[in-house]
């Protein structure tokens, strides 16, 4: 049973780029939420997909945007790059009526010059 | 604002010790409380559970005891282990609309001496 998995591992852009990112779910969940892990800190939340439609987003700005697919599948989308944005950037799936437990993938490691 | 602070930032226990991290909260309106372990390279992994309705849950060696009026749960980890090494957040889930924002804490870094 596959657990999620992410791509790229790691992604070298320059400041003003666009970069997307994609994650599987685990087999069996239809929820995704994408969190940002800053260096030696803890995971921030970044928005929440269910049935194909943004359901919550936490405090970041329009430059990241997402989308799910009818597979579940989800892409993260980050325009007009900044060097702030350098983080790990992790995916996590869920089941529809629980949300909140959530799963995460080894995450994609992204590094904006 | 930081709603979850966790606490110590870093341990350093024994193995066979037994290893204590502390998470209180600002928001009463937690109603799912995780503790997540994550290894280097690696995405936060669920190690274990609460709902404010019990005030502590068991797995293995590893134990979530819960304190609603003071707003803190802690994780004990019993007969730690060299393997055990890892940073662990905790990461509670407000009520409401909310459903699927959990709130890391900063982690705790833990290292098991052999």
Redesign the interface.
Known sequence: DAG?TQSPTHLIKTRGQQVTLRCSPKSGHD?V?W?QQAL??????IF?YYEEEE??R?NFPDRFSGHQFPNYSSELNVNALLLGDSALY?C?S?FGTK?????????TRLTVT | QQQVK?SPQSLIVQKGGISIINCAYENTAFD?F?W?QQFP??????LI?IRPDVSEKKEGRFTISFNKSAKQFSLHIMDSQPGDSATY?C?P?ATG???????????TKLSVKP
Request: positive net charge; proline residues 10%; charged residues 10%.
């Open positions: 999620v929820t939420s969190y030696g800190q803890g995971p921030q939340f929440q359901r919550q936490g992790l996590a869920s949300p909140y437990e959530q799963y995460f993938g080894p995450g | 966790q799912y995780p997540y390279g690696k995405g936060p992994a669920l559970a957040f990461a889930k609309g909310s459903q699927g924002n959990l709130i890391f804490g900063k982690g």
